[in-house]
């Protein structure tokens, strides 16, 4: 029988206090007994470290940085400390999926990169695109197209979020430093970074019931036209740089 394998999550927090205590729950009640969540606090101004350590769990560990970074500094704070063979990316205000650990970490583990779709919390229902309005699905027979995956990317009609994400340890020397231009969608950049090294899968259950309320750091409503292409050009430097990661990488 093979050892079980060491699993850490990476949690990012920022004056999260009303939706933490019932994520973290969530999550350990799918984690096993050597396993880590790893939450690095962004400098919250409200009681959010006091409610994650009254969890009073020994596999939850706090990182607390003395002074704001925003979220994407914050999440590469998290997978620089995390110690698993697997990381499994979370929110601080979602609900996990009863059965997403073994479906992540079975799919990372086997291609690097780990994307699985998400619910909505309360209804079921699939995310709608921003532009369409239909479900906002990732399939798993469209995992290795990586110039369909990237173009999908740029265009803004990717699924790709983080608190559905799992990455394979190896797979860090790739996705890390997060570039210094990268100053939003850490889960695109590792998206990316899958996609132009080939170590993607797409899961296609849901393995998390996504939390819409005013404060998510991403929302589903489009963006300005100058925020958009902003955006977008920074994306187009996220997948040259991959490419150059992949080359130095070998």
Do not use: K
Request: hydrophobic share 45%; aromatic share 6%; with cysteine.
């Amino acid at each position: 029988m093979s050892e079980p394998v060491f699993v850490s999550v990476c949690m990012a927090t920022y004056n999260g206090s009303a939706y933490v205590e019932h994520q973290l729950r969530s999550i350990l009640a799918e984690l096993l007994a050597g396993d880590e969540v790893v939450v690095v606090d962004d400098a919250s101004t409200d009681d959010t470290v006091a409610v994650v350590e009254a969890v009073g769990d020994a596999r939850v560990r706090v990182i607390r940085q003395p002074a704001n970074r925003g979220y994407v500094r914050t999440f590469e704070t998290a997978l620089l400390a995390a110690q698993g063979e697997v990381i499994l990316l979370a929110d601080q205000d979602d609900e996990w999926v009863a059965g997403r650990r073994a479906m992540l970490v079975s799919a990372a583990q086997a291609a690097g990169v780990a994307a699985s779709n998400l619910e909505l919390l309360g209804t079921g229902e699939p995310l709608r695109s921003p532009l369409s309005g239909r479900p906002w699905l990732l399939r798993e027979a469209t995992s290795r197209q990586r110039v369909r995956n990237e173009l999908r990317i740029l265009a803004g009609v990717a699924p790709y979020f983080g608190c559905a994400m799992a990455v394979r340890r190896d797979m860090l020397a790739a996705i890390t430093p997060f570039p210094a231009f990268l100053t939003e969608s850490h889960d695109l950049w590792i998206a990316t970074v899958a996609n132009a090294t080939g170590h993607l899968r797409h899961v296609e259950p849901a393995t998390v019931r996504r939390r819409v309320h005013a404060a998510n750091a991403s929302s589903p409503r489009p963006r300005g036209v100058r925020r958009a292409l902003g955006s977008r050009w920074m994306l187009v430097r996220a997948w040259r740089e991959a490419l150059r990661r992949r080359r130095a990488l070998g």
